[in-house]
T-cell receptor
Framework: AQRVTQPEKLLSVFKGAPVELKCNYS??????LFWYVQYSRQRLQLLLR??SRESIKGFTADLNKGETSFHLKKPFAQEEDSAMYYC???????????FGKGMKLTVNP | NAGVTQTPKFQVLKTGQSMTLQCAQD?????MYWYRQDPGMGLRLIYY?????TTDKGEVPNGYNVSRLNKREFSLRLESAAPSQTSVYFC????WGTGGGSAKNIQYFGAGTRLSVL
């Protein structure tokens, strides 16, 4: 069965510090990996996906198939990055999205 | 475009009552989904519909039924609400497909329905 693990529930950093939100997955095939974000009082939205290979709001994520990881990184966190972050995967050929349990990032001034 | 619209935004039920959560999307997406979000549990898929006329169970379907009324609308029904169904419910839609395409397989979410069952 597919599984997405976000090992940390909470992360609190100061503005300007680097952040890394960890995500590991278990799936034997070729998944599609995503990071979704939910800002306070806003709906859940896509942040980035591995096939796009782009940086969004300064965030990047690299799919490491050997380590089955898709960690989200940003070199200098901003207060507006405070949000809930969810890692998710779509198993190959499936319409479904499997979410991790989420991680709350707080960036302090 | 409104995107994905859910009604109601809030609801309080007594144990045993029934209700239907409504969801509509105006993006002409083929796939629609219902999730529940609980603290520490993330989002869990209740049911999904890959296309008009089809529905399939997700991870936590017990106690729920769904109807894909047409391509736009996908409703979630609680026949006999229980306190364990107290949660925030999200509807989502996507244009699912293989073969690449930057717009495919991105799920767009509604604002959520906060349900309390007493």
């Amino acid at each position: 069965a597919q599984r997405v693990t976000q090992p940390e529930k909470l992360l609190s950093v100061f503005k300007g510090a680097p952040v890394e939100l960890k995500c590991n997955y278990s799936y034997s095939g070729s998944p599609e990996l995503f990071w979704y974000v939910q800002y306070s009082r806003q709906r859940l939205q896509l942040l980035l996906r591995h096939i796009s290979r782009e940086s969004i709001k300064g965030f990047t994520a690299d799919l490491n198939k050997g380590e089955t990881s898709f960690h989200l990184k940003k070199p200098f966190a901003q207060e507006e990055d405070s949000a809930m972050y969810y890692c998710a995967l779509t198993p190959g050929g499936s319409e479904k999205l499997v979410f991790g349990k989420g991680m709350k990032l707080t960036v302090n001034p | 475009n409104a995107g994905v619209t859910q009604t109601p935004k809030f609801q309080v039920l007594k144990t045993g009552q029934s209700m239907t959560l409504q969801c509509a999307q105006d993006m002409n997406h083929n796939s629609m989904y219902w999730y529940r979000q609980d603290p520490g549990m993330g989002l869990r898929l209740i049911y999904y519909s890959a296309s008009e006329g089809t529905t399939d169970k997700g991870e936590v379907p017990n106690g729920y039924n769904v109807s894909r009324l047409n391509k736009r609308e996908f409703s979630l029904r609680l026949e006999s609400a229980a306190p364990s169904q107290t949660s925030v419910y999200f509807c989502a839609s996507s244009e699912w497909g293989t073969g690449g395409g930057s717009a495919k397989n991105i799920q767009y979410f509604g604002a959520g329905t906060r349900l309390s069952v007493l």
